[in-house]
């Protein structure tokens, strides 16, 4: 008589990122690890399935407590898919339709979990839906996605999360930001990309760090798997709460990530919160201001500072309706993502910018057009030069700049006139401030800005004294 399969245990048992049509990550050493019984002896065999003999074979031994790893000698995306066989004393574990390529991790709250079927829920006014009609293609294996988490565990039926390849059925409820990336990714590389996805709507960072719920759960089980770098979209929970520490636990989340994927150099990729009426949503019997959003941007954005090889990509043109907390064009999010890798990591430096316009310093002249004095703000990452248009999913030129703001030396602000003066200068002016020592651009909640590099890119948020 067969015991229940809830009772039954197996003499050599892996993690569930092990599967078929998993994606091993090229240019590294590949951890492999599971348990066994004590001091059993695993053989780990990487064969192509065309037939050829092993291009990796590995032994082990458990250890006193079932325990067992070792690391395939790395190995390059060559085109061809590989059977990954795993053999103990009594069973033998088979993985077929291996890959090697681009592996990456996509993390964070409701954005980020944000489904690929979602997005006819609340279509882009503007443009194609592309995310429905990606469902609708054919099935591509040059991208595979593993949706971590995606089936809890029940009663006599152990959780069984898997890869799969790309198709309107696997796609469905996968991230959309993180699946954008991965196809732009992969084209541009011409490699096998897999995404694995992990994430959970309405959840705080508190949630994803060492000893928290989402993190344990989802993220853990996974590591050391060998991945490239790291996605995050993540912070609304955070900023309605009031977290006054985000910094310092965005750097140990990925501190503990890079430790934990035994990947200290791996790049660390952030989205910063879209443009929201925060202020009119009720947290906790208390209101934040208008102004919450723009000093979390800055919180968002000093972690490129503190965190080597770290960068937030900036969407405030990407937003439909200011009342949703979750903005549309999901694919522009995940291309964004993919420039800066593809740009900071992979060397494409020819796609141009990675970011939009940033301000760098800040000088004042006489107004030539007037009484007083103008501040002259100079900025990086302009590209061919920068530009005054609507926004990226419908540019049009437009005249006069927006949402820049001057004070004087009795800090109060008044909304300026801007206009660009060079290919990467704007002057800021306005005749009722005839001596500004300081100006900001988009310090609003709903402030969604004009000013754009050639890369249509828009220019991030900032504040500057002289």
Known sequence: MSLPLFFQILAVVMPQ????????????????????????????????????????????????????????????????????????????????????????????QSNMAYEMR??????????????????????????????????????????RDSWKIADGESLAPVSAAGYFFAKKVQEELGVPVGLISAAVGGSAIAQW?????????????LMPYALAGFLWYQGETDLAQRNDHYQGDYEQLIAFWRERFASPDAPAYSVMLAPHTFS??????????????????QTQLRTEKTIPNSAQIYISDLVDNLEDIHPSYKWFVGERLARVALVRHYGRTALGEWCGPRAE?????????????????????????????SNSVEPRSIARLKWFEIAGADGVWHQAFADIISKDEVAVYNSVVPAPVAVRFAWRETAQPNLFNDAGLPAYPFKLNL
């Open 17 to 108: 990122i092990f599967s078929d049509h998993m994606v091993l990550q090229q240019g590294r050493n590949v951890p492999v690890w599971g348990t066994a019984d004590p001091k059993e002896q695993i053989v780990v065999t990487l064969t192509p399935e065309a037939g050829a003999k092993a291009v990796a074979t590995v032994k082990v031994r458990a250890d006193k407590a079932g325990a067992w790893r070792v690391e395939l000698p790395a190995g390059q995306a060559d085109g061809q898919a590989y059977v990954l066989q795993v053999k103990g004393r009594k069973e033998t574990l088979r993985f077929s339709d291996v890959v090697y390529g681009e592996v990456w991790l996509a993390s964070g």
């Open 118 to 159: 979602r997005s006819w829920q609340a279509p882009p006014r503007k443009g194609e839906d592309l995310a429905t009609a990606e469902l609708g293609k054919p099935a591509n294996p040059q991208i595979r996605v593993y949706l971590s988490g995606s089936r809890p565990a029940q009663r006599g039926v152990p959780a």
């Open 209 to 221: 760090l060492p000893g928290g719920n989402l993190g344990s759960r989802m993220v853990e089980p």
């Open 280 to 297: 009119d949503r009720m947290h906790r019997q208390s209101k934040v201001t208008a102004a919450a959003l723009p000093l979390f941007w």
């Open 361 to 389: 310093s800040l000088r004042a002249e006489a107004d030539p057009e007037g009484p007083g004095r103008r501040l002259v703000v100079k900025f990086s990452h302009c590209g061919e030069g920068l530009s005054g248009r």
